[in-house]
């Protein structure tokens, strides 16, 4: 009889694991988001050491389009360098949802480049990197920074006939490593052209906000803002604007 029990058990035991790496592999198939039709497909490029603000503010503020009636709203996802976990600088770990060095990625409307912790040094040399940017550059309707993400842009040539900011602290490393650019300091943003630009940190607000006002006025972005508990004023901004 033991020896009985002991047999059932290792058969169960067996086809157990069995089951349960078939339920593993299940949930390692690959995720896609839906992305709806009519709406702007906006890409927020992240990277190991991205960090969570000038990531998550943006995400939030555009995402929520989604929640009102007879507007263009925004489909929202992630693209990077790889499908492996990005972790951020505060240690948040991210599941992109493109690999923009092998997949067929949607059509970008807006790009976002949240700051990440080696955009001052080696992000600079990432030529892969730098050229899907200028890729998603020619058809991108805007292409959006945050903090020292307006470094990447700058070093992809994006910024060299526009004006451009970034975190304030950087401001003269900015302008010492691209002198020939035109910077704005003691603003949150900056839009100049397709290309809006903006301080950083819990100001990513702002410039997101922004962007939601110029593109459905100021009702929805309101609306929008008070959905988060943000206050929200464009006038009361420190900002530079040329269209």
């Not at 990197?129 to 200028?134: A, W």
């Not at 920074?145 to 006939?161: E, N, Q, R, Y």
């Not at 609306?223 to 530079?240: H, Q, R, T, Y």
Request: aromatic share 12%; charged share 25%.
């Amino acid at each position: 009889m033991r020896i009985l029990s002991v047999v059932l058990f290792a058969f169960l035991l067996f086809f157990g694991c069995k089951e349960k790496k078939s339920t593993i592999n299940e949930e390692e198939k690959r995720y896609y988001p839906k992305l709806e039709p009519n709406r702007y497909n906006v890409a927020f490029l992240v990277m190991d050491g991205v960090y969570n603000t000038e990531f998550t503010a943006p995400y939030d503020i555009f995402q929520h389009t989604q929640y009102r009636d007879g507007i263009k709203a925004m489909n929202t996802f992630t693209v990077a360098n790889s499908l492996a976990p990005i972790t951020s600088f505060e240690g948040v770990r991210i599941l992109p949802d493109f690999d923009y060095t092998q997949d067929d990625i949607p059509k970008i409307d807006i790009l976002v480049v949240p700051s990440a912790e080696h955009h001052l040094d080696s992000d600079l040399k990432d030529t892969v990197m730098l050229n899907f940017i200028k890729k998603v550059d020619k058809n991108a309707l805007f292409i959006t920074s945050h903090c020292d993400g307006a470094f990447v842009l700058a070093k992809a040539g994006l910024l060299d006939s526009v004006a451009s900011t970034t975190f304030p602290s950087d401001i003269q490393t900015y302008k010492k490593m691209f002198p020939k650019l035109e910077v704005k300091d003691n603003v949150l943003f900056v839009h100049d052209g397709k290309y809006i630009t903006s301080a950083g940190g819990a100001k990513s607000f702002e410039a997101a906000l922004y962007l939601c006002e110029f593109l459905y006025g100021k009702e929805i972005t309101e609306s929008l803002a008070g959905g988060l508990v943000i206050d929200w004023n464009l006038e009361d901004v420190p900002k530079f604007i040329r269209q």
